[in-house]
């Protein structure tokens, strides 16, 4: 069945039709206006409490119809909910440098602070670049910071000599130290050290990535602390079709760029910089992960499950239980079409096509597949589909995301 995913306006995304997003959820709602002043953020496809995706024949919440059929949409006789909530981001602007608690700590949070803590549940991430994407992501190692340090007296001052000194022996706690010294400086310390970086940076006629990120994250959010984590955490810049994947308690931050998104279904984020919104520092300060590894490390890897039978199928396999995605990648069908089987699993899955186009075909029935078609396959629909790729039409690109059962 076909479904309308749930568009977010975060003030971070991508304006009117520079936004992939707004491309996508023009294509998948008949009649959707795109406003040119408008920022298209996420597109959300699950049964999440706060963006339930439709169906396109009534207009029904996702979420309702699950609950009326468990067993034929999800099969299952007990739950009644997605595991996951799969999304699409255009981000313009850098989002909050942020870990998510594991279940644990998520049912701690949310017990003692419902309001800010909306729900019980962890929420391990995937994000799958679909065009040039930059993030934060995870603490770069020892030498790395101790280089930045050396290279910005500013910071040097604001953290003292000491922790430049535990970074060059390499002192296991030196790295917990020195961020934990940078977020709980006082607030006028932060400003004096950003400003006067600032005016430094912007006189100097050298250019680097990290000078430019700084400048940008200025300019978009003053004096905030978050700007200077930047000096602690791997910048990466992933080409389409790379993916990061976001265990508990990796410190991380969006910056630019499109990418595809899935996660468990939960809304839990603690945030400390880059943001107007509350900042709960001392808890992100008590369960954010110092692993200190390169951040060609934190690149996570596709598997080829069944090359001989799907061989343009790769799925990213996290280690939850609670999702897996499958990128669908086929080149252009010549005369004759191609012919290629998709899978579903017993759960059902969530298929969006980003690009090109073709026929699903399952059970006799025939759905009509291009960019920003999104389809619900249910438990009931069936376990094999065959997928026609149109003829001299432009590579097909979809992503399925699904529970992870194959561990």
């Not at 419902?114 to 679909?130: C, G, S, T």
């Not at 839990?268 to 390169?294: E, H, I, Q, S, W």
């Amino acid at each position: 069945m076909e479904i309308v995913g749930n568009v977010k306006c975060y003030e971070w995304g991508k304006l009117g039709l520079d936004s992939f997003v707004a491309k996508l959820a023009q294509a998948n709602s008949d009649g959707l206006e795109v406003k040119p002043d408008c920022p298209y953020a996420e597109l959300w496809m699950g049964d999440h409490v706060s963006g339930p995706a439709t169906l396109k024949t009534d207009g029904k919440g996702l979420d309702e119809a699950i609950r009326a059929d468990p067993a034929g949409m999800i099969g299952s006789s007990t739950g009644q909910q997605l595991p996951f909530l799969l999304k699409v981001l255009s981000i313009r602007k850098a989002l909050s440098v942020q870990v998510h608690p594991d279940k644990t700590e998520a049912e701690k949070l949310h017990r003692q602070f419902p309001d800010v803590y909306k729900d019980p549940n962890h929420k391990p991430e995937l994000a799958i670049a679909l065009t040039d994407f930059q993030a934060l992501c995870g603490f770069r190692p020892h030498e790395d910071i101790a280089r930045s340090l050396q290279e910005t007296v500013e910071l040097q001052q604001l953290l003292g000599a000491e922790v430049l000194a535990k970074l060059e022996a390499r002192d296991p706690s030196a790295v917990r130290v020195g961020y934990e010294r940078l977020m709980h400086s006082a607030p006028e310390a932060i400003e004096g050290c950003i400003a006067a970086m600032a005016r430094r940076m912007q006189s100097a006629d050298s250019a680097s990535e990290l000078r430019d990120l700084f400048l940008r994250l200025h300019a978009d959010f003053g004096c905030d602390v978050g700007v200077l984590s930047i000096y602690f955490l791997n910048y990466l810049r992933l080409q389409p079709g790379q993916a990061i994947y976001l265990a508990a308690n990796v410190p991380h931050a969006y910056l630019d760029g499109d990418c595809v998104e899935c996660m468990a279904c939960s809304d839990n984020v603690v945030r400390a910089g880059l943001t107007p919104k509350f900042k709960d520092v001392d808890t992100l300060l008590r369960l954010v992960r110092y692993d200190c590894l390169p951040g060609a490390s934190m690149l996570f890897q596709s598997r080829l499950l069944q090359p001989e039978r799907q061989p343009h199928t790769r799925t990213f396999v996290p280690p939850v239980p609670d999702f897996a995605v499958a990128e669908i990648r086929l080149p252009a069908a010549s005369t004759g079409g191609l012919a290629y089987s998709v899978t579903n699993p017993a759960n059902g899955s969530i298929l969006l096509t980003v690009g090109g186009g073709g026929t699903l075909v399952g059970q006799g029935r025939e759905i009509r597949l291009s960019m920003g078609t999104i389809v619900f396959l249910s438990s009931s629909a069936g376990k094999e589909f065959l997928l026609r790729v149109d003829e001299a039409g432009e590579p097909f690109l979809a992503f399925q995301a699904m529970r992870n059962d194959f561990e």
